[in-house]
């Protein structure tokens, strides 16, 4: 047996922990970012998660900038947690590199090329940027307003356009996926920024993207086991041999981007007018990124699903395990709808 210290991930960067254990360890801090009752605890959480991702980008051929990034991201977000004097610019400067805001973004796009995919996923999942904004917000009461509020919310919004940009290019599923998540999370941001009603988007909107990451990359991830399927094409013609797959793609993807009856339908609504009361050139970025992202998600769809039949897997699948993800898949489609017709089950 390979011995652990001798292992390494996907990207070729060498690992000391066993692929489970790396798993563990970002759970674990984005979960101890989320639950963590005091500040202190969130801060602890906080460096395991960001030394985590240091050393995760330093290895292979990475160059100095990348993990510097990194390292630098997860200390000057600190320092506003820290103390409640006025920061001014460099508070602003903090939210944008905690968060993501371009070309702040560069940290977590230099994390995505490095980590394993359900590494990344799991970032994706647990949103450290939107988890340190409601951190501060709570513990600091409303700070961002005026010229810094206009700011962020131009920032978000145009993050969440390159966002949308990188998913209509990108070749890869998962990648291009992954951007759209992305796009999306930079629009909850511009709403958390917003006032209340806009944090009650955002919460909206991550409860329909965490349910959307699992099912639309669950698919993807279970499409290239057995089907090798790896970039975007109009020739893989996956919608006859995998009418199941298909099913629960194509209905979360639309549910996800806005379509009516999804908790996203209901939270972009609640985002456009937190916006729209601030600026109308930040709501028109918004509505295009949100439109542009459903353009993102068909692209997708169709050079997975469209085009001539396949007929054979390249590796067949088990019948436990595909009941299993029918099962979960259609329970987050299920927890999605619900979110659309009764939100305030969720609120």
Request: a neutral charge; charged letters at 10%.
């Amino acid at each position: 047996m390979e011995a652990v210290g001798e292992m390494q991930d996907a990207s070729g960067t060498p690992a000391k922990l066993s692929s489970w254990a790396s798993h563990a360890v970002v759970a674990g801090s984005l979960l101890g970012m989320w639950l963590s009752p005091s500040t202190p605890l969130f801060l602890a959480a906080w460096v395991v998660f960001f030394g985590w991702a240091t050393l995760r980008v330093a290895g292979g051929n990475s160059t100095w900038f990348a993990p510097v990034l990194v390292l630098a991201t997860g200390v000057l977000p600190v320092v506003p947690l820290l103390t409640p004097l006025e920061h001014g610019p460099f508070l602003v400067l903090a939210a944008a590199m905690a968060t993501g805001v371009f070309p702040f973004h560069l940290w977590l796009s230099a994390l995505e090329r490095r980590a394993r995919p359900g590494e990344f996923q799991l970032v994706l999942l647990g949103q450290p940027g939107l988890v340190w904004l409601h951190r501060f917000v709570t513990t600091h009461g409303e700070s961002f307003h005026g010229e810094a509020h206009d700011v962020l919310l131009a920032g978000f919004v145009a993050s969440a356009l390159v966002m949308t940009g990188l998913g209509l290019v990108r070749r890869e599923p998962q990648r291009a996926i992954s951007a759209l998540m992305l796009s999306q999370s930079m629009l909850a941001l511009a709403g958390a920024v917003s006032g209340e009603g806009g944090w009650v988007a955002a919460r909206l909107l991550w409860l329909s993207m965490a349910a959307g990451t699992v099912v639309l990359q669950g698919v993807i991830h279970e499409l290239r086991r057995t089907h090798g399927v790896l970039t975007i094409a109009s020739d893989h013609g996956l919608a006859a041999s995998e009418p199941a797959l298909h099913r629960v793609f194509v209905t979360m993807g639309w549910l996800m981007v806005g379509v009516p009856g999804g908790v996203a339908f209901f939270a972009e609504d609640l985002l456009f007018h937190s916006i729209v009361e601030h600026s109308g050139v930040a709501t028109m970025a918004f509505l295009l990124s949100a439109a542009l992202n459903a353009v993102v998600f068909y692209r997708v769809y169709v050079g997975l699903f469209a085009g001539p039949s396949r007929k054979h897997p390249v590796v067949a699948p088990t019948t436990t395990r595909r009941r299993w993800l029918q099962v979960v898949f259609v329970a987050l489609i299920v927890v999605v709808l619900v979110g659309g017709l009764w939100p305030a089950l969720f609120l």
